[in-house]
């Protein structure tokens, strides 16, 4: 199976269940309602000093023309973030419970914002995305509960337009006891990934390990790779 039901949803539940008070985002103003109330839900009030959303949505640069998929969205901790700088925003689960919540949040967004989201069901091995949809594919806290990756990110190619990018956040392989990360069985080291990566076909594979404290940030392009000169 692509997704392990069990172990991913409690993992989704308790990600960052560490002391601390949640940090403000400074999104827009018409933000702080919705995603204050989105914020407690998905993983404890500690998540936001950690894993930094609003400093990642930043790295992605400028969505407003962007359609932005996240696969395995949970409550939508990133997507509903995201709804407030992209055209469009895709938040896929495979939990029919976490589309009806994120649906039932999405009411709480400001009307000029509700028509970006949408919470769309994926299955265990179809994104349910279709072909050249999206400019962007996030995966956090998500990768290690795919199986076949290799022949999964492969099919994700697919569903980029040109020039697209997956970008893929998680949990870096070394000792973590600050928060609740998941055990290193859950986890995948970087360079497999890389790997992984440009065997499914994506281009200029680079890896960011110093924004994050305790994640890496990896990136495979939808796109021919660059000719040295």
Do not use: H
């Not at 103003?29 to 204050?36: F, K, L």
């Not at 000093?49 to 640069?61: R, S, T, Y």
């Not at 009806?100 to 970006?116: A, G, I, T």
Request: proline share 4%.
């Amino acid at each position: 199976m692509i997704y392990r039901f069990i172990i991913l949803l409690s993992i989704l539940l308790c990600f960052g269940c560490d002391q601390g008070d949640e940090q403000p985002d400074n999104i827009t103003e018409d933000a702080t309602p919705v995603v204050q109330e989105i914020s407690t839900p998905d993983s404890g009030e500690g998540r936001a000093a950690w894993q930094k959303p609003k400093l990642v949505i930043d790295m992605l640069g400028d969505l407003s023309d962007k359609v932005v998929a996240d696969l395995g969205a949970g409550t939508g901790y990133f997507a509903f973030r995201l709804a407030f700088k992209a055209d469009k925003v895709i938040a896929l689960d495979i939990d029919p419970k976490m589309i009806s919540l994120m649906e039932d949040l999405e009411q709480k967004l400001p009307l000029q914002y509700q028509d970006r989201f949408e919470a769309r069901l994926a299955s265990i091995d179809d994104s349910k995305l279709e072909d050249a949809e999206v400019d962007m594919i996030l995966i956090i806290n998500t990768i290690a509960y795919i199986d076949n990756r290799v022949e999964y990110l492969s099919k994700l190619r697919n569903k980029l337009k040109d020039d697209g990018q997956v970008i893929i956040m998680d949990f870096k392989m070394k000792r973590i006891s600050e928060i609740n990360a998941p055990p290193k069985t859950d986890r995948v080291y970087v360079d497999q990934l890389e790997e992984e990566l440009s065997k499914a076909g994506y281009s200029n594979v680079t890896t960011d390990d110093q924004m994050l404290k305790y994640q890496y940030i990896t990136i495979g392009n939808n796109s021919m790779p660059e000719v040295k000169q």
